[in-house]
Nanobody
């Protein structure tokens, strides 16, 4: 049983940086593969980045590779998404999620946060 709460969203200008945090409650946080997804208005939710139990098995969607960095601190039950050189097309609601396997498939994530809005202006 895991509860996830995202924070750190906001309005920034293109080229700026933002760091999202996902605080988890639950004893089994360290056993989960953690992912970030995003959903823009009128679009399907898409996988953004994922990270394994000990920081391995990192995956990124091609559009953010080189700009975003996912990390986790199991001692703090927190996963982060550092977003650099943000673009207007990064504008979306960002969701934190937990899965029991290494995956980018949305259906494999059993726990979800409520999301945090990221808006990037030009």
């Amino acid at each position: 049983q895991v509860q996830l709460v995202e924070s750190g969203g906001g309005l920034v200008q293109a080229g700026d940086s933002l760091r999202l945090s996902c605080a988890a409650s639950g004893r089994t946080f360290s056993t989960y593969y953690m992912g970030w997804f995003r959903q823009a208005p009128g679009k399907e939710r898409e996988f953004v980045a994922g990270i394994g139990r000990s920081g391995g098995s990192v995956m990124y969607v091609e559009s953010v590779k080189g700009r975003f960095t996912i990390s986790r601190d199991n001692a703090k039950n927190t996963v982060y998404l550092q977003m650099d050189r943000l673009k207007p097309e990064d504008t979306a609601v960002y969701y934190c999620a937990a899965a029991s396997v290494v995956t980018l498939r949305m259906s494999n994530y059993g726990y979800w946060g409520k999301g945090t809005q990221v808006t990037v202006s030009s």
